[in-house]
């Protein structure tokens, strides 16, 4: 699966984190990675000024950092995408 840089696949991976522990925000700030994960607070928070692209590369690159086990999905839906994204990244 190629990542696609549309509204709808943006949404597939806020419904991940709406789905797991964490809480995703977007907010205005000077972070240097474009995006700033508090672990102890479970909360990331990501650029609101950045593009379409940009956020959805900045959730990818969050997402192989928190390391989300796609079996703590309930959701078939987030499990397989999840389980997808992981393959489409470990092609890079």
Not at 20 to 26: G, N
Request: with cysteine.
């Amino acid at each position: 699966m190629a990542i696609k840089y549309t509204k709808n696949y943006l949404d597939k991976l806020e419904n991940l984190f709406a789905a797991s522990q964490y809480t995703l925000r977007y907010e205005k700030g000077n972070f240097k990675s474009g995006y700033c994960v508090l672990n102890e607070n479970k909360i990331v928070i990501i650029n609101k000024y950045f593009p379409l692209e940009g956020k959805i590369n900045a959730l990818i690159d969050i997402l192989t950092e928190l390391n989300f086990n796609p079996q703590d999905f309930s959701d078939k839906a987030n499990h397989d995408f999840l389980r997808e994204l992981r393959q489409t990244t470990l092609k890079f």
